[in-house]
């Protein structure tokens, strides 16, 4: 399982970036804006902070500075549609409020990014999630930033984590594989007679065609050395029971020509 910091996929697929040395992620949610530093492409885990600044707060703000000018109580889906310009039928001043209020909001935001060590004027900014794509105009506009990125897609993170796990899968089954090249001697007949034999394989089944060839005759060596190691045992012990035949008969022999030795030299005694 491999675990990787919010934003960190999404950022992933902005390889405009990817060779800054430093490079600020801020992720805009709901509740809090989630800080990263990427350095090299690697996540400092030194630098990441959680901010309690999400785009509630500005919503809730927004709302309120509408209700105490106006009188009236805007939906979030109302307040949501004016950031991302829609026009609609909304009084143009209500507007100019809801812009003004989410104005304000995002230099707060950008004053605590500095002040938790990130400087945004050092060093290029990303900025993701739902609150960056209806911060867009106001971040991008804002002064005194390095380079900053806005990814409106909400579903940007998703797309990167697909992609992330497309490589590691590759990588995982590269893992798993063992290259070995093979050069061939022509002048040599036993080399060129298996350059032929490859040769003549379909491509796409060589590899399963010669691991095949290798373990048949691994399997064959295997078993000769078997069959040559019980004939050497049989051998031995053949040759054992030979020995043992010659010195039996070597011994009947010598018993045979003293008692013929015998005979004659009682047949002399008698003639004497």
């Keep these: 399982m491999s675990l990787f910091p919010q934003g960190y996929a999404a ?24 800080l990263m530093r990427l350095d090299n492409r690697i996540p400092n885990a030194a630098s990441c902070r959680s901010l309690e600044l999400g785009m509630i707060r500005c919503i809730d703000e927004i709302s309120e500075q509408v209700r105490r000018l106006f009188g009236l109580s805007l939906t979030t889906a109302q307040i949501e549609s004016a950031l991302r310009g829609s026009s609609g ?23 605590a990014v500095t002040e938790s060590g990130l400087d945004i004027r050092a060093m290029p900014a990303i900025f993701l999630g739902g609150g960056a794509a209806l911060l867009k105009r106001h971040l991008s506009a804002t002064d005194g930033l390095c380079r900053p990125l806005i990814l409106d897609d909400v579903s940007l993170n998703a797309k990167g984590y697909e992609r992330l796990v497309g490589q590691m899968s590759r990588v995982s089954a590269m893992a798993d594989k063992r290259r070995l090249n093979l050069s061939f001697s022509l002048t040599s007949p036993q080399q060129r007679e298996a ?6 394989i379909p491509v796409g089944q ?32 053949l040759d054992l ?26 047949e002399g005694d008698e003639i004497t």
């Design 206 to 237: 060589r590899t399963d065609t010669v691991c095949r060839m290798v373990c048949k005759a691994h399997e064959q060596d295997a078993l000769l050395s078997a069959i040559r190691g019980l004939i050497r045992e049989e051998l031995r012990h």
């Design 241 to 266: 029971t030979t020995e043992k035949s010659r010195q039996a008969q070597a011994g009947d022999m010598d018993e045979n020509v003293l008692g013929f030795l015998l005979a004659l030299q009682q």
């Design 89 to 111: 039928g909304m009084d143009e001043r209500i507007r100019a409020v809801i812009h003004t209020q989410a104005g304000k909001y995002a230099r707060n935001l950008l004053s």
């Design 11 to 34: 950022v992933l697929t902005q390889t405009e970036l990817l060779d800054e040395p430093s490079v600020i992620v801020a992720d805009i949610g709901g509740w809090t804006v989630d």
């Design 195 to 200: 350059w032929r034999i490859l040769s003549s």
